[in-house]
């Protein structure tokens, strides 16, 4: 069964940063695209960014400016960076990769 592992999640200051790291199999990474989603309490599961194999990138609204996607096919890891926090920014963030592989998901918490 494939798999993804995130990790980097934890607290921060609003207007500070956290890194993600996400490493799965090399079977994944061949895939074209991969994405990371978060889900806040009460809310539903919402797209945060995407990209492509050849590295083409898209994002959310909210995070445009301020989160950098990233992948590393050698590695077999796919990052974001996260800049400028705000507390809206609070949720699990998880990885994903098409045929519905999804990672166990970090927290991140934006707070004074």
Same mark, same amino acid.
């Given at each position: 069964?494939?798999?993804?592992?995130?990790?980097?999640?934890?607290?921060?200051?609003? /207007?500070?940063?956290?890194?993600?790291?996400?490493?799965?199999?090399?079977?994944?990474?061949?895939?074209?695209?991969?994405?990371?989603?978060?889900?806040?309490? /009460?809310?539903?599961?919402?797209? $945060?960014? /995407?990209?492509? *194999?050849? /590295?083409?990138?898209?994002?959310?609204?909210? $995070? *445009?400016?301020?989160?950098?996607?990233?992948?590393?096919?050698? *590695?077999?890891?796919?990052?974001?960076?996260?800049?400028?926090?705000?507390?809206?920014?609070?949720? $699990?963030?998880?990885?994903?990769?098409?045929?519905?592989?999804?990672?166990?998901?970090?927290?991140?918490? $934006?707070?004074?």
């Amino acid at each position: 069964q494939e798999q993804l592992v995130e990790s980097g999640g934890g607290l921060v200051h609003p /207007g500070g940063s956290l890194r993600l790291s996400c490493a799965g199999s090399s079977s994944i990474f061949r895939l074209t695209t991969l994405a990371w989603y978060r889900q806040a309490p /009460g809310k539903q599961r919402e797209l $945060v960014a /995407g990209i492509s *194999k050849d /590295g083409n990138t898209l994002y959310a609204d909210s $995070v *445009k400016g301020r989160f950098t996607i990233s992948r590393d096919n050698a *590695k077999n890891t796919l990052d974001l960076q996260m800049d400028s926090l705000k507390p809206e920014d609070t949720a $699990v963030y998880y990885c994903y990769a098409p045929g519905n592989i999804w990672g166990q998901g970090t927290q991140v918490t $934006v707070a004074s």
